[in-house]
Structure formats: structure tokens, C-alpha cells
């Protein structure tokens, strides 16, 4: 899954039912091997659904969720999250006049890709958002 910074990451699984072990919750959202916890802006890091409210690139990873019950735990297929830059247009590791040159060919012939601030539309609003996150370096 690539998603632009800024949005959210929103990953869900259908785990199966599994009760508590003591004081461990019977779900924990891992990334990268390591345990995720709730707060600031991850949010249900021991539910069955995490949410990442304004993915930053240093969100990019491999998550996965790892369900308890008594007698054993069942391990989620892992989920690959890149977060890239908008402002990145090319994704070539910079941010660059060639970013500007390429969000304006995709913007003005339409190209979905052009469609940078998410709204499902390609407008003036993507313009400003592409700039704002250019100017910023991201």
C-alpha cells in the first residue's frame, strides 16, 4: 500500500476471536516486528483496526497484527505501507523542479495521479496542496 503523507493509514484484519491472557490484550499491531502503542497519533494498536492519523514517511513499513487466545496466537499476512512524499512527485528521492514539471503534466491532462490532496478531484486545491508540501520539503 503507497499512501501520501498527510493521510491516514487505516489497516484492518478479521482476527479470530481470542480472549485474554492475564494482562495481555488478545491483539497487538506490530511494525516492523516491533509492538506499536496507542497514542499521539496511533490509535487502536490492540484492536483487531489501527489508524495512523497523518501518516509521516517514517510510518513506512511492514505491520502486521498478532491475535492471543489461551491456547495459541495467530500471526496476520504482513502489509508493506510506503509513505512518500507529495512533494516527491517522481518519487525519485528528491524534491526538485523536475516534481513540478512532472505534477503539472499529470494536473493538466487529467492524470489521477494529479489528484495530490485526495479529494477526488484534480483542481486549484491540488496546486496549492502540491506547493505548500513542496515548499516545505514535504
Do not use: H
Not at 499491531?29 to 499521539?40: D, P
Not at 483487531?48 to 509521516?56: D, K, M, P, R
Not at 510510518?59 to 505501507?81: F, H, K, M, P, W
Not at 492524470?111 to 485526495?118: E, H, M, R
Amino acid at each position: 500500500m503507497s499512501i501520501a503523507a498527510g493521510n491516514p493509514i487505516v489497516l484492518s484484519m478479521n482476527a479470530p476471536s481470542a480472549s485474554q491472557v492475564g494482562n495481555q490484550a488478545p491483539y497487538q499491531w506490530q511494525r516492523n516486528g516491533f509492538n506499536l502503542i496507542n497514542g499521539g497519533r496511533v490509535f487502536g494498536a490492540r484492536t483487531f483496526s489501527l489508524t495512523i492519523s497523518s501518516a509521516e514517511p517514517s510510518d513506512s513499513g511492514v505491520y502486521r497484527l498478532i491475535a492471543r487466545n489461551a491456547c495459541s496466537q495467530t500471526i496476520s499476512d504482513e502489509y508493506e505501507v510506503i509513505v512518500y512524499c507529495p512533494a516527491d512527485f517522481n518519487r525519485d528521492g528528491g524534491i526538485d523542479g523536475s516534481d513540478v514539471s512532472e505534477f503539472f503534466f499529470a494536473w493538466e491532462s487529467g492524470d489521477l495521479s494529479g489528484d495530490v490532496n485526495a479529494d477526488g478531484g484534480i483542481d486549484g486545491l491540488d496546486v496549492d496542496y502540491f506547493f505548500s508540501r513542496w515548499e516545505n520539503g514535504c
